[in-house]
């Protein structure tokens, strides 16, 4: 195969290297096209682009393949538990039982959250959206931290991550917290990582707190399969902040604003209100199957099609499976999940969405689990960014130890050519 790549235009022929990936993908270089032929690539969306070259995460949308550092989502999603798969994302290698108990151990020590952290969260409305809430939580962070990472010291870049992964899940449970007019606590050391997490979210004030094994571990699983998704719009994002060499809590502030849009993280929460949308206009499926494919009409399938899957999404498929183990077990009935049944089963069969390959995603099915699971629909993405943290960490660990150079992409300029300027009382 050729290892060179040749534009022609207007007669003079231009070649570039061709990069091949561990998987055969292929990536025509081109680095030196604009200093050679003055021109650039426009492709909106950055469809075609890539931006990196990557080890950590592994994704073929046709096959619907899907892969942490090598290993199947299906297996990790099966066999390991969340800490593990972090450890995995951010180092490269999964743990030996000394490693993970140390990586615990660490990330414990720093589950301390700043008092005067509670005094900015006050400073918000109860009205506030949890997103919101968390992205500027994050940033506050950055005052209560304020070294800067050396990011050649491997003891500084560890100690930041292990900080931002200790005291991530406080603000979560206290964003929920917040929102509940719960007050304001801490995590218990004896607990695994998921289990905390959900006592400091679900902890009530002198009551005894206890939950079902079955939920931790539905909510394990649904972490694992949001923990990193190569070059999406927020690790794109945390990338982008962090190649101007903003620190890691800002990148990962960043993250969080652009994981909370409805076309990313935020579809979990539009999937469960359009569900609710359909069953209070009367549960007519077909009325909204229309609405979908009507280009008049703005209303899309909250939940359907992806970026790069076009096939299926494999973890839908896994979530699938422990959306219905997780009713099942608890003995719910949903109403609203009939509705999605009925959605789902309606579109794999209608030609719109079968030449389209738009099938359910990942976020069709997780906010039917988070709801079972008593998570309020507004924290949704909340937890798709506590899922998705170790992704952007390794991303933006990645891009830092490679050296990579600030993000700043080109355009072509379509505006008003020079114009002769008029004071305003001209014009
Ligand atoms: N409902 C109806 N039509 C759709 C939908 C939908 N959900 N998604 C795509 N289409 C149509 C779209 O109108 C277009 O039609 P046409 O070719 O006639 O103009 C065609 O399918 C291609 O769509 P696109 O918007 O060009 O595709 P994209 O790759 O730019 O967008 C997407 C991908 C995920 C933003 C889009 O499918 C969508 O908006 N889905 C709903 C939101 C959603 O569920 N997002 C969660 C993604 S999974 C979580 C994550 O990883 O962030």
New binding site residues.
């Given amino acids: 195969m050729s290892d060179k790549a040749i534009l022609e235009y207007q007669g003079k022929k231009y070649e570039f290297p061709v990069t091949e990936g561990t998987e055969g993908e292929l990536g025509i270089n081109i680095k030196t096209l604009r200093s050679e032929a003055g021109m650039i690539t426009l492709d909106r969306?950055y469809?075609n682009t890539g931006s990196c070259e990557s080890a950590i995460t592994f994704l073929d949308g046709e096959k619907g393949i899907l892969r942490y550092r090598g290993y199947a989502i299906e297996d990790l999603a099966e066999k390991a538990d969340f800490l593990e798969v972090a450890y995995l994302l951010i180092f490269g290698e999964l743990p030996n039982k000394e490693q993970l108990d140390k990586f615990s151990a660490d990330i414990r020590d720093e589950s301390e959250v700043d008092e005067e952290m509670k005094k900015i969260l006050d400073g918000f409305p109860k009205s506030a959206h949890p997103m919101g809430v968390l992205s500027s939580l994050t940033s506050a962070l950055i005052a209560f931290n304020p070294s800067s990472v050396n990011v050649d010291s491997e003891e500084e870049m560890y100690k930041a991550i292990v900080k931002i992964l200790g005291k991530f899940p406080v603000l979560v449970a206290w964003t929920l917290r917040k929102k509940n007019s719960l007050p304001l606590n801490y995590g218990d050391d004896s607990l695994g990582y998921v289990e905390n997490l959900h006592k400091m979210m679900f902890e009530k004030p002198g009551k005894k707190y206890n939950v079902d094994q079955s939920v931790i571990d539905a909510l394990d699983k649904l972490l694992i399969l949001h923990a990193d998704?190569e070059q999406?719009?927020?690790a794109s994002t945390v990338r982008m902040v962090g190649s101007s060499h903003a620190g890691l809590f800002a990148s990962i502030s960043a993250g969080i604003s652009a994981?909370w849009g409805?076309?990313?993280?935020g579809?979990?929460q539009?999937?469960i209100e359009m569900l609710e949308g359909i069953k209070q206009d009367g549960g007519d499926t077909h009325k909204f199957m229309q609405k979908?494919?009507d280009?008049e009409d703005p209303?899309?399938?909250?939940?359907?099609?992806?970026?790069?899957y076009k096939n299926f999404?494999p973890r839908a498929k896994i979530i699938k499976k422990s959306a219905d183990e997780v009713l099942g077990g608890l003995g719910i009935e949903d109403p609203v999940l009939d509705i999605a049944k009925g959605l789902e089963k309606e579109a794999l069969e209608d030609d719109?969405?079968v030449q389209?390959k738009?099938y359910p995603?990942?976020?069709?099915y997780s906010g039917i689990i988070y709801r079972a699971l008593g998570i309020p629909v507004e924290m949704f993405t909340v937890m798709f960014a506590l899922g998705r943290l170790p992704g952007w960490i390794a991303q933006w660990r990645e891009m830092r130890l490679k050296k990579e150079p600030i993000g700043r992409p080109r355009q072509i300029y379509v505006g008003a050519n020079l114009r002769d300027f008029k004071v305003v009382g001209e014009r």
């Fill in positions: 969306g469809k998704h999406n719009c927020s994981l409805p076309l990313h993280g579809a979990n539009a999937v979908a494919k280009k209303f899309r399938l909250m939940g359907f099609g992806h970026r790069v999404d719109y969405f389209r738009l995603n990942v976020d069709f």
